[in-house]
């Protein structure tokens, strides 16, 4: 038998397919990577990451401008290797967008199938939220990819799946390396428990006392910032969270400021209309209505993910960026492409009742999801500009 032949055969079903969103990936990312300009906030993080490779002393640089460090240590890591230091930032933040894609496409399968996660994939590969900001020297793709994998952690503590002291371990890792990267990590932490609620586990003691022990594995981790006598350089900072007046005051919150929110409502929304793109945001609201219609837990969970944070962000933040919604970017993805599957099964139905494609094979009409993906997608071809 010919080597070659045998090596393919051996291949798991659907490898092609991953090998073929992985490209999609690398290319949107990497392609003229360096044809963006470098703005303020990537001058920042790169400088701060020159200053910690020289002297490994300023490992808690960032903390002068209330700024968690993980981001620009990978980037002290990489900056040997290349003589352009944006570059090496900003492949920190496409390696971490493809830790996402793994989460992403890991979850999908967990949730829905393979033919999901692999859609999934495809979305996430081309979807303008995340390929514009997993091109840039910036913290928010990093903080995307943990909430990916405390999604997915979490979700297999919730169904039963695992629920080793090691899964926990994972989960607590996840949780303090998120906080480390950026404040709004916070807004992630809360999913172990929405997902233990919509999944009926917790009624089990156990579970409640090895979270705990995630939860103080994330706490260890996050201990040497708070300790680590770098002192808040810049008037106005906070350690913790970097610009207080960035949030409503609680005096604010209680007199329920109904302009401001209704303004960061209608903000949001627009930054979602322009980085999901319509067709990725018709699929969503199908989805939204759906769920709503017939509940599953599996949806709920991910909206809850897709949602919590995002709502959060409305009713607290007296000023954000659209970068702040990126970790929203995954679950949506994820709810696209289980959406885009069970359509493209109704399209599958309905031409199977036209008279002239009644006898056809129903296997035959295997075109039907592939070419749905693609129109989805269509939207997305904008990679010429980058």
Known sequence: MNADKFYFRTLP????????????????RLWNLGILPVFSDEAIYIHWAQLIADDPNRLFLPRVDGKQPLFMWLNALF?????????SGRLVSVLAGFFTLAGVALIARRLFSAPVALAAGAIYALCPFAVFFDRLAVVDSLLCAFGA??????????????????????????????FLTKAPALLLWPLPVFFLLAYGAYKERIVWARLAVAVLIACLLILPYIFSGQGVGVLGRDFLFHKKD???SPGELLAFPWRIWIRNLVVTL??????????????LAYEFFSTLRRPDRDRTALWVWALFPALCIVVL???FFSRYFLLTVPPLTILAAAAA???SGQIKTWLAKIPAVRSTDPKKLYWVY?????????DAFFLSMI
């Open 317 to 319: 933040a007296n000023g």
């Open 246 to 248: 960035y949030f409503l």
């Open 149 to 178: 994998w405390i999604a997915y952690y979490a979700l297999k503590i919730a169904q039963g799946s695992d629920r080793s002291l090691k899964c926990f371990l994972a989960l607590g890792a996840f949780m303090g390396l998120a």
């Open 370 to 378: 592939p070419l749905f993906l693609v129109l989805i997608l269509s």
């Open 270 to 283: 627009n930054f979602y209309l322009g980085y999901m793109t319509m067709p990725v945001l018709a699929l």
């Open 13 to 28: 079903p659907g490898a092609g397919l991953a090998a073929t969103v992985v490209l999609m990936f690398g290319f949107a």
């Open 79 to 87: 900056l040997p290797g290349f003589d352009d230091p944006a570059a």
């Open 341 to 343: 599957f069970r359509l």
